[in-house]
């Protein structure tokens, strides 16, 4: 009797510690893990194969890194490279439309941080389906981003060149430092006027191209100002974030035209896709703005 | 004496819109300044009228619908405003004036669908009808709002809401000559409303007997309160408090007769307002805050006092 | 003598939109210059009713109303305003006010639009003031004012008006005994010595009885008696209207009526 007992305790204990081992063969400890910008432990079994990215950044690191090929979702907004176009698009991403990322079966989902993308995130989860929530609001966020994705989808080599790369940008020195650069205001909306301060991407750009952001002093990513102080600072150019060369709608009114860069129509039309968020071209950003500085008259 | 001092506040606050500014400009470069004249004059004039066509559509509408807690903005105005505004910009309207036309249009629709409502089964705009009737009709706009936010591109009509906050960013002398000709109608059937507006106080059927033709002032006075708060609103966005608090104030001082209280409420609501934008242009620069928030951020403890004040008495 | 009729209804019918009846049928009255009428009847009579169809407020269904000779829908409210002085029942006070500035109220029907407040403004507001024996309130705050102080505010208000007709609506509902007759003295002295016509809704029958040269009796709408209180007032007519026994004595020749409790037989 006791014998049989003690058998059975001790096949009992070995079953269990059979099943642990086998959890722990799944243990993520082989798979792709990071911690993303929402603190959470986002890890993998396999590097994800099936990727759908809720942010055209997203979508051009992932190319740049040699993954593109595994997105199987995109935003509308996504048109870079030209062949994330053939990506099925699960539409404008503003909220993440649920039923349609879910519809890709993707085993990875990569949203920007923000509030409307947490309750997404949480709701793609409770589906089974994995999720990184990264933040890309400065161009100190690009090197972290490619990083981890580059984890998240086995391509780390490609990742940390594409951060190494980013990171030698945001340290480097203005292009050609001179005594008095070139002043310029960000201007996104003229009634109220919103301008561009320090901190931002943009402001970022400016410094990088050698140019002087004449809100720089102001903390704050966004502002609003009255048209007296972008008068009083007299930027020597109003960069617009535009696709066309059309002069904005403000352009002809008396009260803008105090403002001397109006009246001269000295604008800069920078392309949105290209100027709009932090992306792996960053350089080729700031080339661009320099380009237009040098250029335009 | 009081009328010389509400003068002298009027000129100081006018001098102060004109000197004060984020620019800095040193005095003896004022008189030729483009800023000057483009910008600070134009935008302080403005807030002047705005501040004065609130005042008296408040003194007005609190007659009306005696209720001592009246504003323009109770009659579902704003709400019209706002979906005009945010349709303009959903719509991608062309022209620089797309967003003023479309918020006075807008508030010129809720203005008739509640006088719409005031009149349904013969209520012959029974103040209480109006009031619902406005709240009514501002949370339906509001909902379309929403609406139209949630299904377009988001950080244009974030921009919108800056703009509906209330600001005088826009003023230019255009926007000035427009309510210089606009105002004055409106104005001038409120004015000459003043002694029907003291009977009304005393109800509707006493007014009547006292010659008061109530039916007819009460429709007159709605439509010309409304169509000034409509104007205010399409060119500075929604600035609250100030019809609700400066008839109060000029209540206190000046007594309850129409007659002065109209042209003082006028004086009163255009010296609040261009200070309060005066402060909006200068407290946090070379920031700027929207105005309706710096009306509210005064108002509510004038408001407190008042009400103090009232129960006291 | 035949005095001027100020006010005279011929067969009036009215009814108020959406009523579902008549609130009155065929009644009549003529009140000249110089007499003191009182209407007289239980809630929902329509006395109030008569009040309005006499200053031409309830459409007709039948019968006319002419004031001074022209049909009442003819004169403008402002012109009717200098005629006719009306105290109704309920009026608001949304802000304070002071007891002249309220009476000065009564001269606006005769204030030009953009014309000031002149002498003979000022001194009607005085004399109103006097004539209510109210002189000394002029600069009291209207909240403050009793009961019957602040009837013979709004009285004095309506004098302001130098009106030909005064109707008074239940003028003496919340007044204590000697404000009741305090007023109802007023409103006779003013009657006897300026010749006004005084139209008066009033419950109190029986000071109705000795003061009103006139009464008209009313019972759901329909004149149950009019003429001298003498002739109306009768013990038949009264029970039928008021549904209740009564019991009528005269007194300095005019009846007064006094109501029987339940337990004894009315004789």
Not at chain 2, 133 to 148: D, P, R, S
Not at chain 3, 143 to 155: D, F, I, K, P
């Amino acid at each position: 009797m006791r014998r049989w007992t003690v058998r059975t305790h001790l096949a009992g204990l070995v079953a269990l510690a059979a099943v642990a081992c086998a959890r722990g063969e799944h243990a993520p400890a082989a798979g792709p893990a990071v911690t993303d910008d929402a603190g959470r432990r986002v890890a993998l079994a396999v590097p994800a194969r099936r990727i759908v990215s809720l942010l055209p950044s997203f979508t051009e690191i992932l190319f740049a890194i040699g993954a593109g090929h595994r997105l199987v979702g995109r935003t509308a907004w996504c048109d870079y490279p030209p062949a994330a176009l053939a990506v099925p698009s699960v539409g404008d991403g503003i909220p993440p439309n649920v039923e349609a990322v879910a519809a890709r079966r993707p085993d990875l989902v990569v949203l920007y941080r923000s509030g409307q993308n947490a309750t997404a995130a949480e709701q793609l989860e409770r589906l089974g389906i994995r999720t990184v929530l990264l933040d890309l609001n400065r161009l100190e966020e690009l090197a972290p981003a490619a990083r981890r994705l580059g984890v998240l989808t086995g391509r780390t080599a490609a990742g940390d060149s594409l951060a190494r790369a980013m990171d030698s940008l945001v340290s480097q020195s203005p292009e050609s430092p001179t005594p008095s650069p070139v002043s310029l205001v960000f201007l996104v909306w003229d009634n109220p006027p919103i301008v561009i301060g320090a901190g931002s991407y943009l402001d970022r750009l400016a410094g990088l191209a050698g140019a002087r952001n004449v809100f720089h002093d102001i903390a704050a990513p966004s502002a609003q100002v009255s048209i007296e102080t972008i008068a009083a600072r007299n930027p020597d150019f109003i960069a617009v974030l535009s696709d066309t060369a059309a002069p904005p709608r403000y352009a002809g009114r008396p009260e803008w035209r105090v403002v001397p860069a109006v009246r001269k129509r000295r604008f800069l039309f920078l392309p949105g896709g290209l100027f709009g968020r932090p992306g792996p071209r960053a350089r080729e950003a700031v080339r661009e703005l320099r380009r237009r500085l040098d250029t335009t008259p | 004496m009081k009328y010389v001092v509400l003068a002298g506040a009027a000129l100081a606050t006018l001098a102060a819109a004109l000197l004060v500014g984020p620019a800095n400009l040193p005095f003896a470069d004022l008189p030729g300044s483009a800023i000057v004249w483009q910008l600070r004059l134009p935008r302080a004039v403005l807030a002047f009228l705005v501040g004065g066509a609130l005042g008296v559509a408040g003194t007005s509408l609190q007659a009306l619908v005696r209720n001592p807690l009246a504003d323009p903005f109770l009659l579902g105005l704003s709400g019209g405003a706002g979906l005009g505004a945010v349709a303009a910009i959903a719509l991608h309207l062309p022209g620089p004036w797309a967003l003023p036309l479309a918020a006075f249009v807008g508030a010129v629709g809720a203005m008739a669908l509640v006088y719409r409502l005031g009149l349904m089964g013969g209520a012959e705009l029974d103040p209480r009808i109006l009031l619902l009737g406005g709240v009514a009709v501002g949370a339906f706009a509001a909902a379309i709002t929403t609406a139209l936010v949630s299904l377009a591109q988001a950080t244009e009509l974030r921009n919108a809401f800056l703009w509906l906050w209330g600001g005088f960013s826009g003023a230019s002398w255009t926007t000035v000559l427009v309510m210089l000709a606009y105002a004055p109608l409106p104005l001038g059937v409120l004015v000459a409303s003043a002694r029907p507006l003291d009977l009304l106080a005393l109800g509707e059927e006493p007014a009547q007997y006292l010659g008061a033709d109530v039916r007819r002032l009460k429709r007159v006075v709605y439509l010309a309160a409304s169509l000034l708060t409509a104007a205010a609103v399409a060119v500075a966005g929604v600035i609250g408090f100030v019809g609700l608090v400066v008839p109060h104030l000029c209540r206190l001082v000046w007594g309850r007769l129409h007659r002065t209280l109209l042209p003082t409420a006028f004086l009163t609501g255009g010296i609040l307002l261009a200070a309060a934008d005066t402060l909006a242009r200068t407290v946090v620069a070379p920031r700027e805050l929207p105005v309706g928030i710096v009306t509210a951020l005064l108002g509510v403890p004038v408001f407190a006092f008042l009400l103090r004040r009232w129960t006291v008495s | 003598m035949d005095r001027e009729l100020i006010v005279a209804l011929r067969g009036v019918t009215c009814r108020y939109p959406d009523a579902a009846r008549d609130s009155l049928v065929s009644v009549s009255l003529e009140l000249p210059a110089g007499e003191l009428h009182a209407v007289l009847g239980p809630n929902g009579s329509g006395k109030t009713t008569l009040v309005r169809a006499a200053l031409g407020l309830v459409p007709l269904v039948a019968g006319e109303v002419e004031i001074l000779g022209r049909p009442a829908h003819t004169w403008s409210r402002r012109a009717l305003a200098r005629l006719v002085g009306v105290l109704p029942q309920r009026e608001d006070n949304l802000f304070p006010q002071r007891v002249r500035e309220t009476v000065l109220l009564g001269r606006y029907p005769h204030l030009s639009l953009f014309g000031g407040v002149g002498a003979t403004d000022r001194a009607a507001v005085d004399g109103a003031l006097a004539a209510c024996d109210a002189a000394d309130l002029a600069d009291r705050w209207l909240w403050t004012l009793s009961g019957g102080e602040y009837q013979r505010v709004r009285l004095a208000r309506a004098l302001a008006q130098e009106p030909r007709l005064l109707v008074l609506d239940e003028p003496t509902a919340s007044l204590d005994l000697r404000h009741e007759m305090e007023l109802f003295e007023l409103v006779r002295t003013l009657v006897d010595a300026q010749g006004l016509g005084v139209l008066m809704i009033t419950h109190h029958v029986n000071l109705a009885a000795r003061f009103a040269d006139r009464v008209l009796l009313l019972s759901e709408g329909r004149p149950a008696g009019a003429g001298a209180p003498g002739d109306v007032l009768t013990r038949e007519t009264v029970e039928r209207v008021f549904a209740w026994p009564v019991s009528i004595t005269p007194f300095e020749d005019r009846p007064q009526m006094t109501p029987l409790r339940l337990r004894k037989e009315a004789r």
